[in-house]
């Protein structure tokens, strides 16, 4: 027998005072009753989520966790290869946060790391400025005032001395420490908020980016880490705890018309040691720089990285540079026989020059030959 096609059936419309209409109240005082229900059975040891909590604070934290302040988590590999991360992350933040100070200026507010226990702190030159005297607070609440011994505005560092007892230099890295994927740690005082961090990778190494005061750092180190102003001058530190970097800069987005969120950039560990030592063993060079002889320059690398001379991106007309010869795009390598590679050393080989003597200065032509002028320091110099 064929079968019929299943017919609906006709709707009603609601309220028409058929069985749908008490239904309808009946279902609503089962579901009330159903809640107190629940409400009721919450408060019994049997219930299953009151069970669940006595189950959960019952619960112990894996050795090693600090107790219920920290983060508890769940047994096995994955929760100690967390938990042992996490204490990597406490142990470097421990060990690198008194070594990391906070340097305030009449203008501006950042960071810096303390290189030796004589008292000497490296920075961003940009956070010092002009001035010859800034205040610094260390990781411990001290306050003193510290002199700036020299700045080597070419590759944005500075350096401040202090006098305090007590102080934790900083480890620095060595050439070829930090590579791409690499974990790093920013700390610093970002917005004033003193001894912040922030974690992310080594995005990239090499980079070339130029400030917006059109300081051009050749080798920087970029990273995810998240850097704010107060940041400059801190340290970017490994999960071995060495600084890798000083962070500088933010990278400005066109598109959203303000910084991009996650790309940072700092002076690398190895510059930073170089420029840094040349300072501190020049001792005020800040105040004798080769602007003092008409000459505008930069620091240059190889391709390796290290760094290779000054180049030469202005000469004043009339100066004593340009009265020897001197001309853009050539490379200064030495002053009297001895290597300037970097803009520090050359400002020390200047300041050495008493006023109205004159020395060799050794330069490399954009076409390769290599060339010696003869300059003369001026009689008076102004500090």
Do not use: C, K
Request: hydrophobic residues 45%; aromatic residues 2%; glycine residues 12%.
């Amino acid at each position: 027998m064929a079968a019929h096609p299943r017919i609906p059936r006709p709707t009603r419309p609601a309220g028409d005072g058929r069985r749908g209409d008490w239904l309808r109240p009946l279902g609503v005082l089962v579901v009330l009753g159903l809640a107190l229900a629940g409400v009721t059975l919450a408060g019994s040891p049997h219930h299953p989520v009151r069970a669940a909590v006595a189950t959960a604070r019952r619960a112990r934290p894996p050795a090693g966790l600090p107790p219920p302040t920290g983060v508890v988590l769940p047994r096995g590999p994955l929760a100690r290869a967390l938990e042992a991360l996490q204490a990597t992350y406490v142990r470097v933040v421990r060990a690198i946060e008194p070594a990391v100070v906070q340097i305030t200026t009449a203008g501006d507010l950042g960071s810096g790391v303390i290189l030796d226990r004589r008292g000497d702190i490296v920075t961003n030159a940009h956070v010092v400025g002009r001035s010859r005297r800034v205040t610094v607070t260390l990781a411990d609440g001290r306050i003193t005032t510290g002199t700036v011994v020299g700045t080597d505005r070419a590759e944005d560092l500075a350096v401040v001395r202090i006098h305090a007892g007590g102080l934790s230099p900083a480890r620095f890295a060595g050439p070829g420490a930090v590579e791409p994927g690499a974990i790093v740690l920013a700390v610093g005082n970002p917005l004033g908020f003193q001894s912040s961090v922030s974690v992310g990778i080594v995005s990239a190494i090499g980079r070339r980016v130029t400030e917006p005061d059109g300081v051009t750092i050749a080798d920087a180190v970029q990273t995810s880490a998240e850097i704010n102003p107060g940041n400059s001058g801190g340290a970017l530190v490994d999960l071995a705890g060495q600084v890798v970097g000083i962070p500088t800069l933010v990278a400005l987005s066109q598109q959203q018309a303000g910084e991009a969120p996650g790309i940072g950039f700092a002076v690398p560990s190895r510059t930073v040691a170089t420029v840094a030592a040349e300072l501190v063993r020049g001792g005020a060079v800040g105040t004798t720089t080769p602007d003092l002889l008409g000459l505008t320059g930069g620091g240059v690398v190889t391709a390796a990285g290290a760094p290779a001379g000054v180049l030469v991106t202005d000469v004043s007309p009339a100066s004593p540079a340009a009265r020897a010869g001197l001309r853009p795009q050539e490379i200064v390598v030495a002053v009297a026989g001895r290597p300037t590679l970097t803009v520090a050393a050359l400002a020390a080989a200047l300041s050495r020059l008493r006023p109205g003597r004159a020395a060799a200065v050794t330069v490399l032509t954009p076409e390769g030959r290599r060339l010696q002028a003869t300059v003369r320091a001026p009689r008076r110099r102004s500090r």
